[in-house]
């Protein structure tokens, strides 16, 4: 009976936990009240969300019909010459300027060239960097991955992330960070499932410890 409520308390602070988590919405066509995707050339729409991001705990999800962009969530973070050709639509992007060390300010559109030099299947997806100017990370949605014309919106940037602190934790990221859904009632939360997994993962091992106790 001691392990059985020492089991709930452990699942219940799990689940506790996870209502301090943040999921950031995304559900609305990213140019909507614009001509962006009828002009010429590669256009970057700003006026972005100001945000506080927590890896550990938050997540990005993003309603798949106005973006274009299929789930599941394929994900890879890295530097730019080790990304795949393709099989993704999440980028976490770890470098921080090109290859010669000489982009100042390394802006959004950098990281799209740098992403779109290594990518070749096409594709909406979307993508974070961290922009030298601002000394921050930013959310980033391009109308295809693999073209370095493709209209950019910036979604957000992470206001908690910045200077050397924001570059360190750019490896940090993972799939559990974004989430993207089908429809208005599918709202997926990774970081609360994750949460409520490792409570129920720790109940196991105390009563395997039971057991043989």
Do not use: H, W
């Not at 009976?1 to 689940?15: D, E, G, H, S, W």
């Not at 309603?63 to 980028?91: D, I, R, T, W």
């Not at 129920?200 to 039971?210: G, S």
């Amino acid at each position: 009976m001691r392990i059985m409520k020492l089991c709930f308390v452990v699942t219940l602070l799990a689940m506790c936990a996870s209502a301090y988590a943040s999921t950031f919405r995304f559900d609305t066509d990213p140019f909507a009240g614009t001509n962006v995707r009828n002009t010429p050339g590669r256009q970057v729409l700003g006026g972005e969300s100001f945000i506080s991001f927590v890896i550990n705990t938050d997540v990005f999800e993003f309603e798949s019909s106005p973006f274009g962009v299929a789930g599941p969530v394929q994900f890879v973070n890295g530097v730019a010459n080790g990304l795949p050709s393709g099989g993704v639509n999440v980028v976490v992007l770890q470098s921080f300027d090109d290859d010669n060390n000489v982009l100042t300010p390394f802006g959004a559109g950098n990281a799209a060239n740098l992403i779109a030099n290594q990518i070749t299947t096409p594709g909406a997806g979307f993508f974070i960097y961290f922009n030298q100017s601002l000394d921050l990370p930013r959310l980033v949605y391009s109308t295809d991955l693999s073209d370095n014309t493709a209209d950019l919106r910036i979604l957000a940037r992470m206001l908690n992330l910045n200077g050397q602190i924001g570059r360190n934790a750019i490896p940090d990221f993972s799939s559990n960070n974004f989430s993207i859904t089908t429809s208005a009632n599918e709202v997926p939360e990774p970081a609360s499932l994750l949460l409520f997994a490792t409570g129920l993962a720790t109940c196991r091992r105390l009563l395997r410890k039971a057991s043989r106790g």
